[in-house]
């Protein structure tokens, strides 16, 4: 019998009506496992992030997933039960509750199915797929029926939201391949996988944004080797993520040095590069 892990976004249980959609989706996923739970009389088990053994690192509020022991789950599944995880969490080496940072719930689903060798992960949400640009804005907008990782992490990377860059990335370095489509209808989502025909690859597979970037600017720098390693290093030590980086060229050995980051980590980047800039 194939496994599958499947995640849920907030908007997909957000009342008692999206729930029952869900548990409807779930057993329509794997008729002989429902055979299964009925003859045994047994449902549903629920686990937290740290019973389901996802262990982490202790950086608050920006856990990344260190490593899984799915022994319980196995357990659990060999049982013929349907294992609920929470998502978003997991538990450090000292034993503390931790939460997961951006995307951390479809890490998560992503970091489980590999841990268990699952046959795939399914991303359900409020969007039916991944459109080469977002439909909220272009309603002419069209849906793609799969798309490669590499692709689909340079978009996630520059804002299309139906994805978080880290669960896309671990996807592929394990190839895993990753469904996403909605849970409110029964549309064909997309495939996330390392099998698209070289052939069929365009040049632009999408048009992706993001508003919740910010800009930062440092002006003045000089122009000698080390200078941009102490201020990217002082931000990596405070677990700033840097995307964009951009140096103008260098007039009297003077230079400005543009990068982006989140919106949130705004003010804590300021704190960051003032003793270094």
Request: charged content about 20%.
């Amino acid at each position: 019998m194939s496994l599958i892990v499947q995640k849920y976004g907030g908007s997909s249980v957000a009342d008692a009506h999206r729930i029952k959609n869900v548990a409807r989706r779930v057993i329509r996923t794997s008729t002989l496992l429902t055979m299964d739970l009925r003859s045994m009389g047994q449902k549903t088990i629920s686990l937290t992030g740290a019973q389901a053994g996802i262990r982490t690192d202790s950086t608050y509020s920006k856990a990344r997933i260190t490593g899984i022991s799915p022994k319980r789950i196995s357990r659990e599944l060999e049982k013929g039960q349907i294992v609920i995880v929470t998502g978003f969490q997991g538990i450090s080496d000292e034993l503390d509750i931790t939460t997961l940072g951006r995307g951390g719930s479809d890490t998560t689903a992503v970091a489980l199915a590999i841990s268990l060798a699952a046959d795939r992960c399914e991303i359900y949400t409020d969007v039916d797929g991944v459109y080469i640009t977002d439909p909220r804005i272009v309603t002419q907008a069209r849906k793609l029926e799969e798309i490669g990782y590499e692709e689909m992490l340079e978009m996630a990377s520059v804002g299309a939201r139906v994805m978080h860059p880290r669960a896309v990335e671990l996807g592929w370095v394990y190839g895993m391949p990753i469904m996403v489509a909605s849970s409110f209808n029964d549309s064909p989502g997309t495939l996330i996988h390392g099998g698209v025909p070289m052939e069929n690859r365009n040049k632009v597979s999408g048009i992706a944004h993001d508003f919740n970037m910010a800009k930062v600017t440092v002006i003045g720098v000089p122009d000698k080797p080390g200078i941009a390693s102490a201020i990217f290093e002082s931000l990596a030590r405070a677990n700033i993520s840097v995307d964009t980086i951009v140096q103008n060229a260098s007039i009297n050995r003077i230079t400005d040095l543009t990068f982006t980051v989140a919106k949130s980590d705004l003010n804590k980047t300021m704190e960051v590069i003032k003793p270094v800039a």
